[in-house]
Antibody
């Protein structure tokens, strides 16, 4: 059974760095062509893909946020970590991690429940 | 960046109706399109991948079609549990989502 779960602070102050952890089970990030992404959704708005890390440690970021994002993995712990620097109130959103595959069309077949992060002083 | 434009942004329908949602890409994305359903406070659920392939466990009243820049999600015989927001997503070049289409009860 594949599960993903996001964890991290519910509240961060402007200019602070956000660190979110995705802990997963039921699959391994050492499996060829496996990957994990982060997707966020501001309240009442659409989904926005942020970053992806692949089984071979390749990393990809959405261009508009590339300078603020870092994604990493700990395969032994089944975890993927996302850091976002210089947080702003517009970054208030629910942050999801999701699994996908590199091969062919990339789609998200399993998602975590999401973690709401509010940016406020 | 590839932009995905969904239309309409919202629609009202009745149980039993046939609903079609459009997703237009700003450039050719071949068949690199997927569809998701999302209910309030929940994570998205994958419905369709590679334009027209139904994800396991998804009812057959959901179907997808299209290619290139124009894609459609069709829901036949709308069920009460289908009232939700639907998103398209492309993976031809990076990953982007459409703006969403909210299906409401008429």
């Amino acid at each position: 059974q594949v599960t993903l779960r996001e964890s991290g602070p519910a509240l961060v102050k402007p200019t602070q760095t956000l660190t979110l952890t995705c802990t997963f089970s039921g699959f391994s990030l050492s499996t060829s062509e496996m990957c994990v992404s982060w997707v966020r959704q501001p309240p009442g708005k659409a989904l926005e893909w942020l970053a992806r890390i692949d089984w071979d440690d390749d990393k990809f970021y959405t261009p508009s946020l590339k300078t603020r994002l870092t994604i990493s993995k700990d395969t032994s712990k089944n975890q993927v970590v996302l850091t976002m620097t210089n947080m702003d109130p517009v970054d208030t959103a629910t942050y999801f991690c999701a699994r996908s595959w590199v091969r062919g069309v990339s789609y998200f077949d399993y998602w975590g429940q999401g973690a709401l992060v509010t940016v406020s002083s | 960046d590839i932009q995905l434009t969904q239309s309409p942004s919202s629609l009202s329908a009745s149980v039993g109706d046939r609903v079609t949602i459009s997703c237009r890409a700003s450039q050719n994305i071949a068949n690199y399109l997927s569809w998701y359903q999302q209910k309030p406070g929940k994570a998205p659920i994958l419905l369709i991948y590679t334009t027209s392939s139904l994800q396991g466990g998804v009812p057959s009243r959901f179907s997808g079609s299209g290619s290139g820049t124009d894609f459609t999600l069709t829901i036949n015989n709308l069920h009460p549990e289908d009232f939700a927001t639907y998103y398209c997503q492309q993976s031809y070049n990076s990953i982007t989502f459409g703006g969403g289409t909210k299906v409401e009860i008429k």
